[in-house]
């Protein structure tokens, strides 16, 4: 279950993610967290969040946003928010680490998917930002925080999450794993 002050770091990339503020912490108004990214690259395909927005805030270096078809740098003091509904992407693309302070509202389960994601990419099973098509739809499935691969259109999405989504399931895949979080969903 992730906690105030937590700090989980990727064995492999060296990412570094602590939780600030937890759903539980604000009783799901937000989750806040500080996140030192030293991976350059994609993380996470291009989605969106359906119920959620999220605000960035750069401390240090300089954090890509790709957004309404544009890609831009944000760098330390500067500020961002990117609405629900809209399909956007986030990642270090320069050889320095980037810091920045996230903010997601509300938070719903925002903060067990980071540390689903960041025990799967430690476990190795992520390969540049794709978890594969199976975890991928199981997550969107089960997940509270309702996100959508922006390629990929919604219709198509939900009928895949309906049918392999349980298929998924049944060969042990999950939206939150019990090894990362202590629970399982």
Do not use: C, W
């Not at 989750?31 to 750069?58: C, N, W, Y």
């Not at 500067?78 to 986030?90: F, G, I, S, Y």
């Not at 219709?155 to 999450?161: D, F």
């Amino acid at each position: 279950m992730p906690t105030q002050g937590q700090i989980i770091t990727n064995p492999i990339s060296g990412d570094i993610y602590e939780f600030l503020e937890t759903a539980n912490d604000t009783q799901g108004a937000r989750v806040t967290m500080k996140a030192t990214i030293k991976s350059k690259g994609q993380l996470v395909p291009r989605h969106f969040h359906v119920l959620q927005d999220e605000t960035f805030e750069v401390v240090s270096g300089q954090l890509t946003v790709v957004y309404e078809g544009q890609t831009k740098k944000i760098t330390a003091g500067e500020q961002m928010v990117l609405p629900k509904n809209k399909p956007h992407n986030h990642y270090n693309d320069d050889n320095e680490p980037v810091v920045y302070i996230q903010s997601v509202t509300p938070a719903l389960d925002f903060d067990y998917l980071i540390e689903n994601l960041v025990g799967l990419a430690a476990d190795g099973k992520s390969k540049n930002g794709k978890y594969g098509l199976v975890q991928e739809l199981v997550s969107l499935k089960y997940l509270d925080s309702k996100s959508f691969l922006a390629d990929i259109p919604v219709g198509v999405q939900k009928l895949l999450m309906n049918t392999i989504a349980p298929i998924g399931r049944l060969f042990g895949y999950r939206a939150v794993y019990k090894k990362y979080s202590g629970i399982e969903k």
